[in-house]
């Protein structure tokens, strides 16, 4: 079954690849939400087109890990990190950071953590190190961060997978690294959970396990600010789902359960493969209806895209799909109707309070 698509859509699809006026930065810039994306700081410096869409957004996602960091015990490598910061700084836009605990792929070596072992650290060693790192990070320019993710799908990656909550218990190591994080951040810095629910649908049972954990955090009076949803979606998927409509009502769930436990939400990564077709109609109307559901929910605060143009995806490259173009810009540097779709709901509606 396919989605309709509202006249509104067909009027955006309209019109011309790329409309005169303000940018997506400008339009909500005073209002109190954020736009950001993956920004490449190389091609940041290097492409000019590039840094003109770029600056389309109002922060920039940091994706770095343990291993990129802290290379052997104690001993740590700002070189990659900062070059995201300055990155930022150029572009006249704070960093939304991640993650600090992940998955074993994301810990260097010398812990030995593998999904077939964990390593010779005990348990109270391993929450030493991780209190270390996770404060060593977070207070190495803190004026730039806008967001530290603190865990990343906690819920949805299997024990095998992270010896954390191998050595530390599971959600014990969740609740240690937002403690860690809330001993040293300063004001402005806030704190996220993040997690995936799925490539057509946020999956109801990680949905209850996630906000279970949530619980637990905040009954151990650790600090949690948001919550995370990313949404890197298949419109062939999200077409063949019955009924359709799945991903967004719930993604309004989740706005729904966030609010009752006092926190934030925010569209952590979103990508929309634009399915075998190409429909791009289909691709703008799924953009616009998660935007226009954050945009319309006061504790809904940002929305940001994994990556800036269809040049450069992982849709390409880690996920074998040659012919995706899932972001808001064409490999030409062009906008596309997701673009317009998300710019004309800016230019006409106002921000929820």
């Known amino acids: 079954m396919r989605p309709r698509i509202s006249w509104l859509l067909a009027f955006i699809i309209s019109l011309p690849a790329q409309t005169q006026g303000q940018t997506l930065r400008q339009l909500v810039d005073a209002s109190d939400f954020h736009i950001g ?30 291993r990129d960091v802290e290379t052997s015990p104690g001993v740590y490598t700002w070189t990659v990190i900062d070059s995201y910061l300055n990155t930022g700084q150029s572009l006249d836009m704070r960093t939304a ?9 994301t810990s260097p070596a010398w812990p030995g ?70 001993e040293v951040h300063p004001p402005g810095m806030l704190l996220r959970l993040n997690e995936t629910f799925g490539f057509a649908n946020e999956s109801m049972p990680i949905i209850q396990k996630t906000l279970a954990l949530i619980d637990a955090v905040q009954a151990a009076g650790a600090p949690i600010d948001i919550l995370g949803v990313e949404n890197h979606l298949n419109l062939d998927t999200i077409k063949s789902t019955d009924p359709p409509t799945i991903y967004i009502d719930n993604f309004r769930l989740i706005l729904r359960e966030a609010a009752k436990r006092h926190i934030q939400v925010q569209v952590s990564e979103i990508d929309i493969y634009q399915g075998t077709s190409n429909d791009f109609a289909g691709q703008a109307q799924v953009y616009s209806n998660i935007f226009d559901a954050c945009f319309s929910t006061p504790w809904c605060t940002s929305f940001s895209t994994w990556g800036v143009y269809d040049k450069v995806t992982w849709w390409r490259t880690q996920l074998k799909k040659p012919d995706a173009q899932p972001l808001l810009f064409d490999m030409s540097y062009q906008s596309k ?12 509606k106002p921000r929820a309070h």
């Open 37 to 66: 994306a993956f920004i490449d700081p190389v091609q940041t410096r290097n492409d000019t087109q590039y840094k003109a869409i770029a600056s389309e957004f109002n922060f920039n996602i940091m994706p770095r890990f343990m």
């Open 337 to 348: 109707p997701a673009y317009q779709a998300i710019k004309t709901l800016l230019q006409n």
């Open 97 to 105: 950071a991640q993650s600090l605990v992940y998955r074993n792929s």
């Open 113 to 182: 953590f593998t999904n077939t072992g964990c390593g010779p650290y005990t348990p109270d060693q391993v929450r030493a190190v991780t209190k270390d790192y996770i404060q060593t990070v977070i207070q190495h320019r803190p004026e730039r961060y806008y967001v530290w993710e603190v865990v990343n799908e906690a819920a949805s990656t299997p024990n095998s997978a992270n010896c954390w909550s191998q050595k530390l218990g599971y959600p014990q190591y969740v609740i240690d690294a937002f403690r860690f994080a809330g």
